[in-house]
């Protein structure tokens, strides 16, 4: 049932954003007089599918994985005369930069709206306010205590939580000192605190920068819940369930996540006792976590994702409330937000400031809009919001084969005053999609191979 949903949301979430990609090229297509043949939703065969007044056939098609606008145009066959002036290839170079960049656009108008719609219904946060400092960690030795609250990070304002894990990701990759600003919780004093980093969590595959310093969140805890079980992983074997409660491991009490975590890691190939509570009656397993060679070391791993349950204080939690106009301008600034950070992460990558094994592909995309979508509407909705963002982010990439790619052409159009000729067009064309096919490996690679607890 599980992965029948996972299918079902990734579809839904993928579908959404690419119809929307696609119909940014239409509408402006149709706008400025060209011809559209097909509008497909998924590639190959056709499944079904319809032709609308104009001529143009709507299709589903039987890889539902992307789509396509395909436009009048003479290199894909013969145009007749009359319908030379619709064809694309005709058409001056802004009217075809108009209709490649809509596309992109229309991604980031959805995710506009779709932030819209849930900041109408307000806004909540969590104040970042620090809980439980590891002993020896690089918060410790740059002064951080409990109960401090973290105002800006590299002179970024944090406002919550999420505003703190933004900026630390902005920051993998930096050689020197993270930067932060905190409010001291018994004098109210501002103070500025210094971690000094080199090449930081540049290197490692799912890097989590707050726990990477030795900071926690102020936390209620309650219970350790277990997720979904991986088949054939230690914790399959040794009888573990989806919902079981954890209670103890190795004869340490559960009182938050990370003493769970602690002990599968650095305890590869060797027996934990894992006690938990299941249906309300009390039981003890033994568990070999498997060993797993990340980043250079040895880790334990079960197979299993933690569900942890808990609640933040009342005091940490705030609300805004807006009208029309105030959540409008809210949902333009969180899009591009998320704009300049997934560029930014772009950048990194390329600079080789973030590792390649972060890249995540159709797998991991299913995996996120199961697990949002299972959330609560109002996560689902925010992750097809921000999906649709980097749809339209990795869109404008100059790699030919994108619209960022036919892009870079049309500039060196406008520069020479005449088109690139079509043999370098197909030759960056197939340069492209060796490109694409080389990340898409990657991706999918990550995605395999990335461990469960």
């Known amino acids: 049932m599980d992965i029948l949903e996972t299918i079902l949301y990734t579809l839904l ?31 190959g065969s056709p499944l079904i599918g319809w032709t ?4 143009t056939n709507f299709v589903i098609s039987a890889l539902p994985l992307g789509g396509y606008v395909k436009m009048l145009d003479s290199r894909n066959g013969p145009v007749p005369q009359e319908m030379h002036e619709r064809e ?27 932030f819209w719609m849930l900041f109408l219904n307000g806004e909540t946060g969590v104040r970042p306010v620090i809980g439980h400092i590891e002993v020896d960690s690089p918060a410790e030795a740059a002064g951080f205590v409990s109960e401090m609250t973290i105002l800006s990070v590299n002179d970024e304002l944090t406002p919550n939580w999420s505003d703190v894990s933004k900026a630390l990701f902005s920051s993998i990759g930096t050689t020197g000192s993270l930067k932060f600003l905190v409010e001291h919780p018994n004098s109210l004093d501002e103070l500025k605190l210094y971690v000094p980093v080199e090449k930081w969590l540049r290197d490692q595959t799912e890097p989590h920068p707050i726990y990477e310093l030795g900071l926690t969140q102020k936390y209620i805890f309650k219970q350790l819940n277990l997720g979904t079980i991986m088949d054939g992983g230690a914790a399959d074997k ?45 039981m003890t397993f033994e568990v070999t976590p498997d060993a797993v060679l990340r980043d ?63 890249l995540s592909g159709p797998i991991g995309i299913a995996k996120a809009a199961g697990d949002s979508a299972r959330a609560g509407l109002d996560n689902f909705i925010r992750f097809t919001a921000i999906l649709s963002i980097m749809l339209g982010v990795m869109n404008l990439l100059p790699i030919p084969v994108l619209d960022g ?39 999918t690679f990550n995605d395999l191979t990335r461990a469960f607890m």
């Open 13 to 43: 979430t993928l579908g959404v954003a690419i119809v929307v990609h696609e119909y940014g090229h239409f509408i402006v297509a149709r706008k400025c007089g060209v011809f559209v043949e097909r509008f497909s939703l998924g590639f």
């Open 52 to 55: 609308d007044r104009h001529g």
């Open 88 to 114: 694309f290839g005709r058409q001056n170079v802004w009217k075809r930069i108009a209709i490649t960049i809509a596309g992109p656009f229309a991604n980031f108008l959805l995710a506009v709206f779709a």
């Open 238 to 282: 040794a009888g573990l369930l989806i919902g079981d409660v954890v209670t103890k491991i190795n004869g340490l009490n559960i009182d938050s996540v990370g003493v769970f975590v602690d002990e599968i890691e650095s305890n590869a190939n060797e027996v934990v006792m894992v006690d938990l509570l299941r249906n309300g009656v009390n």
């Open 296 to 358: 250079g070391l040895n880790y334990g791993q079960i197979g299993v994702q933690l569900a942890p349950q808990g609640t933040y204080p009342e005091d940490m939690l705030y609300s805004i409330e807006h009208d029309i106009f105030s959540a409008a301008i809210r949902s333009l600034s969180e899009t591009s937000d998320y704009v300049f950070f997934i560029v930014k992460s772009i950048i990194k990558l390329f600079k080789g400031e973030l590792s390649a094994k972060s």
């Open 405 to 443: 790619g036919h892009l870079i052409f049309y500039m060196i159009e406008i520069g020479k005053g005449s088109p690139v000729s079509e043999k370098m067009q197909v030759f960056g064309l197939k340069v492209g999609v060796a490109i694409l096919f080389g990340f898409m490996i990657v991706a």
